[in-house]
């Protein structure tokens, strides 16, 4: 299955969905259509029971070089732009507005949204939104000639993409902090210590490395055991106690044990046979999901 985009591709093949930022000729940097593109293309994988994951990479040199700066010193003054619907007639500005929104924080809450895994293979240089969109990604792998950056101050601006929730549950809050206040880029080993990536890999062998992992999800876990971790990970990350953890845990086991999953998962152990699970995302989640209220922007 293909849907043809114009600033990245996506296609799925034997249950894996790839998904490539494809404007090579500026180094895939980011634009409010490639925004858009990102969006759909996870509305794809999250509507297609046959995506079991989906990886993310860049085409050519570069995972993603930022936010296209073709348009100079106004790239970031939206109010500038066309988009200036918050200005109001006496210069003030309304904060509610829908055009106030950063682009990178639609595509990189879309993500955190996923059904499905989603792992990152950064391809070569990674920098404001390149990397910051890959926050809500669940594994994150780069080739050993990646350099990463959060270099928002630098550019007279602050970390976007709401980095600033990802970034310090990522790697703390000390490093994070410390690598946004300066700005500089980071080599993909400094990435890797620092706990920002899972292992970083000759060019030639990151997307095996990154297929590798969509395999064996794909092949060994029950899709909606995937999709409700997921969701338990993430969201559980700002819950204040871990009764309300335990509240959402009991739950999905007990729905999860009653499913036609649960029972092939250990007939198939018992059998020593690989398990071929029945339930499907699209119809099989629990009635208690989603658990959680949805915050709005305004």
Known sequence: MSRQFETIRYDVSDNIAMLTLDRPDRLNAYTAQMCDEIIAAFELSDADDDVRAVIVTGEGRAFCAGADLENGAQTFDYAGSDLGGPVRPDGSIDWSHEDVRDSGGKASLRIFESLKPVIGAINGPAVGIGITLTLPMDIRLAANTAKIGFVFARRGIVPEAASHWFLPRIVGISRALEWCETGRLLTAEEALAGGLLRSVHAPEELLPAAYAIAREIADNSAPVSVTLTRQMMWRGLGLSHPMLAHRIDS????????????????????????AVFPDRVSKDLPDFYPWWEEPGWA
């Open 251 to 274: 739950r999905a086991v007990y729905a999860r044990g009653r499913a036609g999953d649960a029972r092939e998962g250990v007939m198939s152990f018992l059998e020593k046979r690989p």
